[in-house]
């Protein structure tokens, strides 16, 4: 998520709220020529409010989720989103049908009246971040692995996020704190993996991104690099030759493990940056939240899971969701997840089918759901 824009390399990219108000897209009418703009821009000029999200695809409070509470419209925004705010990048966008307010895409990042409800078991850190943290920015919860919160920043607020809520200012691994972070992997040479999340790894600029792989690199016993990232879908020119080289070049074993939730999202931008990745020689695992009104059947899955192997990107998780506040309305239930990912193994290779796990606070792995 962004929320401290002091911090990383924020004052460069991000924009502040209202700074821009994206233009009129003729209705979608026509294809949105966004893909060579630079991904930095694409950042600056992202929607980030709800009326404006809704004003781009026809959307009134009455057809958007908010039940028609014509208060809750700017200035007077849903509490969640002035916890939380709209930020959807005009990539993304493009792919949203105007005028559907059941769309599996919008529902993904447009706020709604639901996420202010109080609902039992969800809490603000349901997988246990903050207990698992033995020094800034690192979360040490599994064997042989270790992983890096390198920023707060991210491509787009997934109103479903797990971190919504997580103390990204005191927590990240950013300026001095990444010194601490790589003494801590010199401290444990049991770490031989190392991985990058956020927010999203991808929001820095790739002078940062090269020094912190440099520095993670000098360390022996690491031997993979596993890259945790939205952008390549939401802002696929995030993509870029220099980006590739940095991962291609670094002596790690480097894998990327991209979030995809519903096919429409994988268009032929996103396609083709996916595959200078692989071309480059670096896997690409796609993760999924099961989310409901977005990917709760099994053709949307097996839709999803087909087109990923037809590009040569392994289905890795399918995600029981995180119980985090304010996203109770996504939530599916076991017993119709288990039978979806029936149907999938009825329908699909068994390298095309993810495995379907749960984030237990706690646990020493993801656990399978069975």
Not at 35 to 61: C, E, F, H, N, Y
Not at 197 to 220: F, K, N, W, Y
Request: with cysteine; net charge negative; aromatic share 6%.
């Amino acid at each position: 998520m962004i929320r401290d824009e002091s911090t990383d390399q924020s004052d460069e990219i991000l924009a502040r709220r209202g700074e821009f108000v994206p233009p009129a897209l003729d209705g979608f009418a026509q294809e949105i020529s966004l893909s060579a703009a630079d991904w930095r821009v694409a950042m600056k000029v992202a929607i980030r409010s709800s009326s404006q999200l809704r004003s781009l695809l026809g959307l009134t409070p009455e057809n958007s989720g908010n039940g028609g509470d014509h208060s809750r419209e700017e200035p007077n925004l849903l509490p969640s989103e002035q916890d939380f705010p709209t930020f959807v990048p005009l990539e993304f966008l493009s792919r949203i049908r105007p005028g559907d307010p059941s769309d599996p895409l919008l529902r993904q990042v447009l706020p709604v009246s639901a996420e202010d409800l109080d609902s039992p078991g969800f809490t603000a850190d349901p997988v246990g971040d903050l207990k698992m943290m033995p020094a800034t920015g690192v979360l040490h919860k599994y064997e042989g692995r270790a992983l890096l919160i390198t920023t707060g920043a991210c491509g787009v607020h997934c109103r479903y996020c797990f971190r919504r809520e997580f103390p990204y200012t005191d927590a990240s691994a950013n300026g001095k704190s990444v010194e601490s972070a790589l003494a801590y992997l010199s401290e444990h040479e049991e770490i031989e993996e190392v991985l990058l999340s956020g927010g999203d790894p991808l929001t820095l600029v790739d002078e940062r991104l090269q020094s912190i792989v440099d520095g993670i690199a000098t360390h022996s016993h690491v031997k993979r690099l596993r890259v945790h990232t939205r952008m390549p879908i939401v802002i696929p020119q995030r993509v870029t030759s220099s980006l590739i080289k940095l991962f291609a070049e670094t002596r790690l074993v480097t894998w990327f493990v991209v979030h995809v939730n519903h096919p429409r999202e994988l268009d032929h931008h996103v396609l083709d940056h996916l595959g200078r990745l692989v071309d480059a020689g670096i896997p690409v695992l796609n993760q999924a939240v099961l989310l409901r009104g977005v990917n709760d059947s099994v053709e949307v899955l097996e839709e999803l899971c087909e087109k990923l192997i037809n590009h040569r990107i392994q289905p890795y998780y399918l995600h029981q969701l995180d119980r985090v506040r304010g996203a109770s309305h996504f939530e599916v239930s076991v017993d119709r997840g288990l039978q979806i990912m029936q149907a999938l193994r009825e329908r699909l290779p068994g390298y095309a089918v993810p495995k379907y796990v749960v984030e237990q606070a706690g646990e020493k792995s993801k656990t399978p759901v069975v």
